[in-house]
């Protein structure tokens, strides 16, 4: 049996309709791989992963693979992946989001996860849209883009996600895309085992709702796209004309412990010292 056939046996659900549901040319698949493949190269018991997902095209990742799952309301993902962390320090924790689950309608609460450094690793798929609702603009739509709800074109500046999450302290903050990847499952891969929180950003094309829209003529084209404007971090730092370009790899890697490892810790503490006073 392929290798390929036995991660799928191992680690998807087998009482799931496939294909998936996910559009034709959606790089949502790809990321779905990664996320497995990084987990098999771990060799995490399935029993020892958790993966909390929100709502859009990326929260159905949590009903596909076969670990310990939540399909959490919208924007609420990294609330939930918080608690479990806080309350399980031994699991590794994974939150699932897209691009408005994550920094729209869930934008509060992942600045205070990278604040707090919770050890938990954020996944986010960035399409540059609303998805599975509706197809609007999202905060990390560009600006001039066209969405349902920009017919004209969108008039507000995106967010940088890596900008963002590293300005909000997270231990590790990384980007790749659905293009590359082998650099993804390694981008991944490393956010699984460093301490704190880790945000993994992962650019995958949404042909159905964004593609179309925005003067891409199939998927492929898109794909193409991520091929050509993303480049590895180092190269781009040597780009004279930086305009247009993607810089993609390791940003932010830093050895911080976890908010659950310095709850541990203030906790043994206490215990120490009503044990001495005792």
């Not at 998807?12 to 949502?28: A, I, Q, S």
């Not at 399980?88 to 408005?100: C, E, R, S």
């Not at 001039?144 to 900008?163: K, N, R």
């Not at 990384?174 to 945000?199: S, W």
Request: charged content about 15%.
């Amino acid at each position: 049996m392929a290798e390929v056939t036995q991660l799928i046996h191992q680690y998807l659900r087998h009482n799931k309709k496939f294909p998936l549901v996910f559009c034709p040319g959606c790089g949502h698949g790809i990321v779905l791989g990664s996320l497995v493949r990084s987990v098999h190269a771990l060799g995490l018991s399935k029993d020892e992963v958790v993966i909390v997902a929100g709502i859009g095209c990326s929260g159905r990742i949590a009903a596909y693979v076969d670990f310990n799952t939540v399909h959490a309301t919208h924007g609420r993902a990294l609330t939930i992946a918080t608690g479990i962390k806080m309350a399980n320090p031994g699991l590794t924790v994974i939150a699932v989001m897209g691009d408005g689950d994550a920094f729209s309608i869930g934008g509060n609460h992942l600045i205070h996860a990278a604040r707090r450094n919770i050890g938990v690793t954020a996944l986010v798929l960035n399409n540059f849209i609303y998805g599975m609702t509706g197809g609007q603009c999202s905060s990390t739509t560009p600006e001039g883009a066209y969405s349902h709800t920009s017919p004209m074109g969108q008039l507000e500046a995106a967010f940088d996600i890596v900008e963002l999450t590293r300005a909000a302290g997270a231990s590790g903050v990384a980007r790749g895309t659905v293009f590359h990847v082998k650099a993804l499952d390694g981008l991944i891969t490393a956010a699984l085992t460093q301490p704190g929180f880790n945000l993994v950003e992962a650019l995958t094309p949404c042909f159905t709702q964004y593609g179309r829209g925005n003067g891409f003529k199939s998927a492929v084209d898109m794909f193409k796209w991520l091929k050509e404007k993303a480049v590895p971090l180092e190269t781009y730092a040597k780009l004279e004309d930086k305009a247009g370009r993607i810089p993609i790899g390791v940003f932010v890697k830093r050895d911080a412990p976890g908010l659950e490892t310095r709850y541990a810790a203030m906790r043994e503490a206490v215990r120490a010292k009503k044990g001495g006073a005792a």
